[in-house]
């Protein structure tokens, strides 16, 4: 099994900064992604970006590019999101996830809240 523990949430201005941190352990894959998705109250999971481990190609929604970015840390076994100029409709409940075999993302955390006031 793999066990993903985020971490880097909270509450911020809009226009401000945070990082969130997902440390993954346990079951190891040659060839994964790891990447966000986001849910916001009454609305349902979206992706928001992605990293393949292999060859370090990033994915991103249209509405964070050029804001967001997403990178990993392969000696730490953590993928971290950058948000830059944050909007108060980028606040969700973020979540990690994990695809280890390029079809399907299997494993998730527990997601941590992030909260951007106007």
């Known amino acids: 099994q793999v066990q993903l523990v985020e971490s880097g949430g909270g509450m911020v201005q809009a226009g401000g900064s945070l990082r969130l941190s997902c440390a993954a352990s346990?079951?190891?894959?040659?060839?994964?992604?790891m990447g966000w998705f986001r849910q916001a109250p009454g609305k349902e999971r979206e992706f928001v970006a992605a990293v393949s481990w292999s060859d370090g190609s990033t994915y991103y929604i249209d509405s964070v590019k050029g804001r967001f970015t997403i990178s990993m840390d392969n000696a730490k076994n953590t993928v971290y999101l950058q948000m830059n100029s944050l909007k108060p409709e980028d606040t969700a409940v973020y979540y990690c996830?994990?695809?280890?075999?390029?079809?399907?993302?299997?494993?998730w955390g527990q997601g941590t809240q992030v909260t951007v006031s106007s």
């Open positions: 996830t994990l695809d280890p075999h390029g079809s399907n993302w299997n494993y």
């Open positions: 346990g079951r190891t894959f040659s060839r994964y992604t």
